[in-house]
């Protein structure tokens, strides 16, 4: 079997790697639960490529993430739930029908209205599901969560947090302006410092997660996507310990030579560095 650029390759290749008795023993013994992991982790690698502008990477990325897909199509295919075809057409009718201005006859849309009619064709499409799972007797996907119902518990807690606020504000459960979140962050702050004090894990963690949620929901309001921010900042501290470390390398001494005090005064340089014309 040879490299295809035909997605017919692929297949044959997933097909070949799933057949009992001659195709791989670790390929064979995965299921929809055990590579979901991996899932997760090439998706985030495709974001990884795109912030570091490495298109080459991207390439190899998009087709680990699509070998994914495959996998998961072709173990359905064999329990005969539906097959790699019935995916892409699947795509295609949910495109053409939530693009009426480009394949209808809704034309001439602002970006505000593309994204209105979305919405509400999306909303069809789910009560359109929803008719059908009770016609067939399958349990509802909604888990009776009501109108919050559809955002999926396993998103990251920053996205997720960010979804549920921005889904609530649609119905108008939300703070008027930002200046009123903040100060809901500071009181969010306080709450962790009186929870602190009773020296009470569960009920630090609880203030905790109160704290970051408003923060998560700040980044809405700023139009700022909050798992974003936190790669880029994650990507910051680590830019600039690694030059802590390299700094304290020239002098011949090792990270745990250094104090507090002299790491923070590195710390300060390299964001000084940064922030000058022409750092990095």
Not at 29 to 52: G, K, M, N, W
Not at 71 to 91: C, K, L, N, S
Not at 218 to 225: I, K, S
């Amino acid at each position: 079997m040879k490299p295809s650029r035909d997605i017919s390759g692929l297949l044959a290749i997933m097909a070949a790697l799933r057949t009992p008795g001659s195709g791989c023993p670790w390929d064979l013994e995965q299921t929809f639960a055990s590579i979901t992991p991996y899932t997760l982790e090439e998706a985030y690698e495709v974001v990884d490529a795109i912030e570091r502008g490495d298109l080459g990477d991207l390439k190899e990325e998009l087709g680990d993430l699509l070998l994914q897909v495959v996998f998961h199509a072709r173990m359905a295919e064999e329990q005969g739930a539906f097959a790699f075809p019935d995916v892409v057409e699947a795509i295609t009718h949910k495109l053409i029908r939530r693009h009426p201005h480009v394949f209808g006859n809704a034309r001439d849309l602002s970006p505000d209205e593309v994204k209105a009619l979305w919405d509400d064709i999306k909303h069809e499409e789910k009560a359109e599901r929803r008719a059908e799972r009770e016609r067939l007797g399958v349990p509802s996907d909604e888990g009776g969560k009501g109108y919050l119902g559809g955002i999926p518990a396993p998103l990251p807690a920053l996205t997720r947090a960010q979804k549920l606020t921005a889904k609530a504000a649609k119905v108008g459960f939300d703070w008027p302006d930002a200046a009123q979140v903040i100060d809901k962050i500071h009181e969010e702050l306080d709450e962790v410092k009186e929870a602190a004090e009773t020296g009470q894990p569960d009920r630090i963690e609880d203030e905790i997660g109160d704290l970051i949620f408003a923060v998560a929901n700040l980044a809405r309001h700023y139009g700022v996507d909050p798992e974003t921010a936190l790669r880029h900042t994650n990507a910051k501290f680590e830019r600039r310990f690694s030059a802590i470390e390299t700094s304290l390398q020239e002098q011949g001494r090792s990270l745990d030579d250094a104090s507090l005090d002299e790491m923070e005064a590195l710390w300060v340089a390299a964001k000084n560095r940064e922030r000058a014309p022409g750092g990095s």
